[in-house]
């Protein structure tokens, strides 16, 4: 079955960029029908959805995050990433991929997750 | 402060049922947007539980039911295990926001 892994460093100095990849496995990011995105969740706390990327490049941001977000494709490599630039100790948080389905363009929903990774935002 | 309200904590005997309570407004669930739930179990990832108001992906328990009514959305959970023990979020879209939104969670506890 479809998996996702996210992977990257798991320690970043301010205001330096946060850098990560989610790979998908047992199915193709090209295959279309959903958004690949980005969720994070402060240590304790709940969830913030970051944003998405549709497999044909168009993405769609938290405005609150949009500034400093840039979510990309790999479908050769069948990857997708998130870069998040200035970051600051409020950026510590474990980070998800995840894949959406939708039933209109803006009726999505999370169906599968990544096992999320911790990154501690620290000089 | 999440543009979608939850209590923060619920608590249930086995076998009992439960409900959490999603409260949102007129930019999210009272436009029409689905409410979708999800189940954190301790140190995991959240798992899809409920996604259009009121549908479960295969293998969620039929003891696990969603219900959406003007700008609020409820889970229900019956004969309550100990393995439900975990935290609950909902999910839509806010129009305001232009984004997809959460709740801040719920805390269930088992007895």
């Known amino acids: 079955q479809v998996q996702l892994q996210e992977s990257g460093p798991g320690l970043v100095k301010p205001p330096q960029t946060l850098s990560l990849t989610c790979t998908v496995s047992g199915g193709t990011i090209s295959g279309g029908g959903y958004y690949w995105n980005w969720i994070r969740q402060h240590p304790g706390k709940g969830l913030e959805w970051i944003g998405y990327i549709y497999y044909r490049g168009s993405t769609y941001y938290n405005p609150s995050l949009k500034s400093r977000v840039t979510i990309s494709v790999d479908t050769s490599k069948n990857q997708f990433s998130l870069k998040l630039s200035s970051v600051t100790a409020a950026d510590t948080a474990v980070y998800y991929c995840a894949r959406a389905d939708y039933d209109s363009d803006l009726d999505w929903y999370f169906d599968l997750w990544g096992r999320g990774t911790l990154v501690t935002v620290s000089s | ?111």
């Open chain 2, 1 to 111: 402060q999440s543009v979608l309200t939850q209590p923060p904590s619920v608590s249930g005997a086995p076998g009992q049922r439960v409900t959490i309570s999603c409260t949102g407004s007129s930019s999210n669930i009272g436009a029409g947007y689905d409410v979708h739930w999800y189940q954190q179990l301790p140190g995991t990832a959240p798992k899809l539980l409920i996604y259009a108001n009121t549908n479960r992906p295969s293998g969620v328990p039929d003891r696990f039911s969603g219900s959406k009514s003007g700008t609020s959305a409820s889970l229900a959970i019956t004969g309550l295990q100990a393995e439900d023990e975990a935290d609950y979020y909902c999910q839509s879209y806010d129009s305001s926001l232009s984004g997809s939104v959460f709740g801040g969670g719920t805390k269930l506890t088992v007895l």
